[in-house]
């Protein structure tokens, strides 16, 4: 069975979460130009590598942040969003 | 064939001809380098000298051909989709398949079983008339059928699937087939290379060079070669490659895992595809039954199968077949799927001038191999994509004019 962190219910089986995509930062829809919002909304790095990815603990409806390596599965930490430091 | 047999475990040379000759030293440049031996690579190879006389080709594999995705497909072929710019796609797919062992000369083991996608909801079948109807449309032969044509067409299924989800109707696709996925490549291969290409396996390509937003050669693990035309046909690498030419596309890499029983006698005929169930079933001409699944839930860039996916997957297909419990599961494997966010591939131009992409092939590519090498080498050939293609250009996404086939992907993703 594969186990993730949760930063708040500590560790838990894999099917209690969801993936919910890479972290991105947002721009701004005002001042950004279409072919940017474009990007935006279409666009992902599909490349592999350690990546800030979305995560969600179903039971307890947690959003956290894992820093997970695409290519060998391996998660280095799991935190939830703006506690980076206090890890 | 015995004696052929004998003769040649005497021989102290190899008789056995080969498919292609062994190349090692690839020359200083091309006309056109092809990242990817797969089906659609060799395709294209074939395509482009076939149709349009561009031979000076060479085709680099990392690998072996027909290693990646082509060889670890369901080898299922169907052009029963959602749009009809997909529907007459693939149409011309299966009608190019139909002629491919004859043309190629080699046997593809090319079998009409026709298809059915099984719907166990109201909302199911409401997706299946309107696929039929877009079907009928363009030319192609599926219909809605009740529980009692699916039971005549396969009496071995329980239609109440052990009373978890009750089938209600089908989508029947009449062309559905099956073929032996290696042995397209390897056709593929044989051909072009007997017209002249060169294909290289065990060559990996380590960067692309560009100059002033052109292509000018690409960077190999045997050397540098110079071209101005490169494909890039790589499916579950197709992000490492396009990374090389800082192209943005929104392909993401979600492994997609299958796996095969122990043979038995021939028994089912049809091709079988439930969408709620999370499963695609059809007994290759070997008799192992050859069973798929939905993609794993995020991305991961590995080819690595796992327990959960053959307990799910044989939960469900016990659901459809009890009788199946004790069969055995013999070989499972993942292929890496390059999954777009229409369903839809991603193919012909970019904007880097001579880097031509046929990538986002996901969980439908091997269907498309003969079209989309036919498509591929015109758009390279031509420096212009042709209008069968033009709604899986890359810029769709910048214009929103997406292609959606999310709703005739195989099973619910």
């Given amino acids: 069975m594969k186990l993730l962190e949760c930063p708040v219910n500590g560790i838990r089986p894999m099917s209690e979460f969801t993936y919910g995509g890479e972290y991105r930062n947002m721009p701004n829809p005002d001042t950004c130009s279409d072919s940017e919002w474009a990007a935006y909304v279409h666009y992902r790095n599909g490349a592999p590598g350690v990546k800030k990815e979305w995560w969600y603990h179903a039971p307890s409806g947690t959003w956290f942040i894992a820093?997970?390596?695409?290519?060998?599965?391996?998660?280095?930490r799991t935190y939830l969003l703006g506690q980076e430091e206090a890890k | 064939m015995p004696l052929g047999l004998l003769k040649y475990g005497l021989s102290s040379e190899h008789p056995a001809p080969r498919f292609f000759r062994d190349c090692t030293e690839p020359k200083k440049s091309y006309d056109a380098v092809i990242i990817g031996g797969g089906g659609h690579g060799l395709a294209a190879a074939y395509y482009l000298a076939k149709d349009y006389g561009i031979t000076n080709v060479a085709v680099l594999e990392k690998g072996y051909i027909g290693g990646g995705n082509t060889g670890r497909n369901t080898t299922i072929v169907r052009s029963n989709y959602l749009t009809p710019e997909g529907v007459n796609f693939y149409d011309a797919s299966v009608k190019l398949y139909e002629d491919l062992s004859e043309e190629l000369d080699l046997n593809l083991f090319y079998s009409?079983?026709?298809?059915?996608?099984?719907?166990h909801t109201e909302s199911a079948m409401r997706t299946m008339r309107w696929r039929a109807e877009v079907n009928k449309h363009v030319g192609v032969e599926s219909y809605v059928v009740g529980p009692e044509e699916i039971s005549k067409a396969c009496p071995q299924l329980d239609i109440s699937c052990s009373g978890q989800a009750p089938i209600l109707g089908a989508l029947y696709h009449a062309p559905g087939s099956v073929a032996r996925h290696d042995a397209v490549a390897w056709g593929y291969a044989k051909e072009a290379d007997r017209m002249g290409v060169e294909i290289f396996q065990m060559t990996e390509v380590t960067g692309i060079d560009t100059k002033g937003g052109k292509v000018v050669g690409v960077n190999t693990s045997k050397g540098y070669i110079s071209t101005n035309r490169v494909l890039s046909a790589v499916a579950g690498f197709t992000p490492r490659i396009t990374e090389m030419v800082d192209l943005d596309t929104p392909i993401v890499i979600h492994p997609?895992?299958?796996c095969v029983s122990e043979p038995m006698k021939p028994w089912l005929d049809t091709i079988l595809v439930s969408g709620s169930l999370h499963v695609y079933v059809s007994q290759s001409s070997r008799g192992e039954l050859v069973m798929g699944s939905s993609l794993d839930p995020y991305?991961?860039?590995?080819?690595r199968s796992s327990l959960d996916f053959v307990e799910g997957l044989t939960t469900h297909i016990t659901d459809m077949f009890p009788f199946l419990s004790n069969v055995k599961?013999?070989?499972?494997?993942?292929?890496?799927a390059d999954i777009t966010p229409d369903f839809a591939p991603i193919m012909g131009k970019t904007p880097v001038e001579g880097f031509y992409l046929d990538a986002g092939w996901g969980t439908w590519g091997f269907k498309a191999t003969p079209i989309s090498g036919k498509t591929m080498a015109e758009t390279i050939a031509k420096d212009m994509a042709p209008d069968l293609i033009k709604s899986f250009r890359l810029s769709r996404?910048?214009?929103?004019?997406?292609?959606?086939e999310k709703g005739a992907a195989s099973v619910g993703h």
């Fill in chain 1, 67 to 76: 820093e997970r390596n695409t290519m060998t599965d391996k998660v280095s």
């Fill in chain 2, 112 to 119: 009409t079983r026709g298809h059915f996608t099984l719907a």
């Fill in chain 2, 256 to 258: 997609l895992q299958a």
């Fill in chain 2, 299 to 303: 991305e991961f860039h590995s080819t």
């Fill in chain 2, 329 to 336: 599961v013999v070989r499972q494997w993942a292929g890496m």
């Fill in chain 2, 397 to 404: 996404f910048e214009d929103y004019e997406l292609t959606g």
